[in-house]
Each structure stands twice: as C-alpha cells, then as structure tokens.
C-alpha cells in the first residue's frame, strides 16, 4: 500500500516513531503536530531498554549505538539494616540499556525520515473520522487550537496518557490512579563524591553497571546511572514509589508535577521519606538532588477497549497506560511503531491496516497493563515482608510474579522482526 496522508499527534518518543514508521512503510505525507514548541529534552529524565527488546527495535531500523546509553548488567534489592547501603536481599541479572529521555527522543526525532513534516505549537483540539458516500471510513479530520481543520487518511494518536484522539476512538477510557506516587530526580554522577565518608568511592559503593532497588514497607527506591547531556558525564536518575503526600492533592484525574513546579511542601516531603526509609547511603543520594530536578509523577494504567475506530488509531501512552515497574516504556512505544510499519507493508488498504495493528498490538498491551499491575501489588501495595526475605525467597518471589507473564522489560514480539534494508542491527 503506497501512498496516501498521515496525522501524528504527538511528537514524543511514540510519536517520532510511527513518523518514521509512515514515512518509511509508503506514506506520500506525514505530519508530526506537536503541541510544544523547541525540543522536549524536559519531559522525562531516565528510562530503561531491555538487551532483547533493544536487539529487535535495532533491527526494525528505530534504534542504534549512536544515540547515547549506559549500560546495566546487576539489580542489587536491598532493605534498611543499619549500615550505610542496607543488607543483600538479591543479587539480580539486569540486562539493560539505561537511556537519558532528551537524547533519545533527540536520537529519534534526528533519525526521522526528511519528509517528515514536524510543526512545534501547533496542539489539537480535537480529531474524528470521516465517511465516504456509502458510510464507509474515508478518512479523518484534525481540527487545531487554531480554529482550522486539516483532512488525511489517517490520524495516529501519539499524545500521551492525557490523549485527545482517545477521547475520539474509545471516549469512555480514561487512565485510573492506583493509590500511590512516585517521585523522580536526577544529578550529574560526579557528585556522588561527596558520599564516600559513608561507603567508600562510588564505583567501589555501588558500581556504574548496577542498579539498585531499596526496599521498605509501603514503597521501593530504584535509582540507575544515566548518560548525561554531555559525553563523559553520566548522571544519576531515581525513582521513588511511596503514598502520596497529604497535601491536598488531585490525582485520581491524570495529572503530574513537572521538574521545577513541586513546592518547598512536596520536596521536603521526599526528602523526610528518605531519611525516614532508606539506609543512609542511598538517603544521602537522594538528598544531593536538586529541588528543580524534582518532581511528582502519581501512578496510572490504562488499557483501552480498542486501539482503532474508523481512520484513527491510538499509539504510546494514549493506547496503554502501564505502571513503570515493568520498565517497558519506551519499549512498548517503539514496538507499536514496528508492527504499525509492518501492518502497512503486509496490507492492500487502510482497513487491513488498522485491523492487523489492532490484532497485533491490543493483547500485548492488555498482557503489559495486568503485568504491571501485578508488579504494583507485589512491590508496594502489598509487599513482603522485607526483614524476612534473603537471597532465595526473594529470587523465588520474583519468579511468583511473573509466572505466566511473558517477562519483564517488555515482551517480545509474536512473530521475528523483518530487518530494515540499509539499516542492520547495532
């Protein structure tokens, strides 16, 4: 299927994927309409990929070696005792890529087809289909902030959990809060120095290749190293899942507060958490970030009824909402875009299309969203009792949790990944 227009609403990390996977699959235009204007290097400080689900996404053509990583090869779990980095409670096999959001939504956005049309600033307002003269879809229409309205075959929704072309395709769907929060941080690694009265050198304390996840009841700290926005010069970047503040907040509507917007209320907040819950070590990290490079994320999922109606089709967040602790993210995002291109190449119109994306897509993002939420109740709601678990019983309690699943850090796809020509795997 050669031809025709697309409409991608978002131009994050799902958004500048499927561009590409459009332009690539035959699309004669693709435009990105991106309600931000610049670059969004803000939105997000550190995510994870998973070495299997980085080989595949490589050989899609999506990702390379040339966007910045860290890489992570142990997960130490870890629980208060009283020393400066807590007792053993698992020494975990990690085989992860750690990414910095910025780059590598830039290494995305960079990597782009020139066709791409991208428009910063210009937000939607709202999107439907459209019917020929026999009531059949023929295609959709975009209507801008602006006032105009813009016509295409086809509109992919690539814009979030707060996602304006959900409301169009499946309006009853809307992410739900699972009861607590998590807080995020990050800061150059260099200043982990200033720890080493407690355990020593950072790279003897707790080693670049590792991530570390610490324990306490009610809640957990994940904290890996990142690459930073300059070469050398990794950072650190945290994840701290815990209740929410009593502060008055609203979060059972999707919402967050972004670096740089949390009151002196909220960070002083984290800040007597960690002292209260972390052994000192990782406490003392915590406190070493900035108050800017903190910020609020509540927990939502989602899992939509369907993924396309019509001319529209949902993508990212704005399909399935999963809780972080699967680390499949951006993962999941970038997977959409591949059977998305994949759909087109096998397909001789627009319904097969949508028909096959939906087929291959919904039970994977349903399978992610139950995951997630089994890993929620397993690791903070309804955690184990952390003073009892050793080696052991906390490798036998992980393999508990994801007995059935197809694993964690996303899953593979069904069916092997067609290399893209000119473009082979990193």
Known sequence: ????????????????????????????????LERSYGELTDRGVGLCVHDDRYAELAAAGHLDDGIAWHRLTRRHWL???????????????????????????????????????H??????????????PAGDP????????????????????????????????????????AGYVCWRGSFPAERLAALDHLAGPADRAWP?????????PGGQCVLYRIPGQEPGRPMVNWVFYAPPPAAGLRLEDPTSIPPGAATEELTAHVALLAERHLPPYWASLIALTPPERTFLQPIYDLDTPRRTS???????????????????????????????????????????????????????????VTL?????????????????????????????QLAGTAGFGGHAFRSPVVPVAGRPAS
């Open 138 to 177: 023929a295609g959709a229409v975009v209507r801008l902030v602006s006032g105009g309205e813009e016509h295409f075959d086809l509109v992919v929704g690539a814009d979030g959990y707060r996602s304006v072309v959900r409301t169009a395709v499946c309006p009853e769907a809307r992410p739900g809060y």
């Open 372 to 400: 997630g939420r089994r890993l929620g109740r397993a690791q903070v709601e309804q955690a184990p009792d952390w003073t009892t678990m050793d080696p052991a019983r906390t490798a036998a309690w992980w393999d508990e």
């Open 208 to 216: 670049a290749e590792h991530a570390a996840t610490v324990c306490f």
């Open 310 to 368: 019509g001319r529209l089709l949902l993508a990212g967040d704005a399909a399935t909402v999963v809780r972080p602790h699967n680390t499949s993210g951006a993962a999941k995002a970038i997977q959409d875009a591949v059977a998305f291109e994949d759909a087109w190449r096998r397909s001789a119109s627009w319904e097969d299309l949508l028909a096959t994306y939906e087929r291959e897509r919904g039970e994977a993002g349903r399978a992610l």
């Open 79 to 117: 629980a208060a005792d009283g020393s400066p980095l807590g007792r053993l409670l698992w020494d975990q096999p990690f085989p992860f890529r750690s990414y910095h959001w910025g780059l590598l939504w830039r290494g995305l956005r960079e990597r782009t087809p020139a066709t791409v049309e």
């Open 1 to 32: 299927m050669l031809g025709g227009t697309v409409a991608v609403v978002g131009g994050s990390i799902a958004g500048c994927a499927f561009a590409a996977a459009a332009a690539r699959g035959g699309a004669r235009r693709v435009v990105v």
């Open 119 to 132: 428009r910063l600033g210009d937000p939607v307002a709202g999107v439907r289909s459209t019917s020929g």
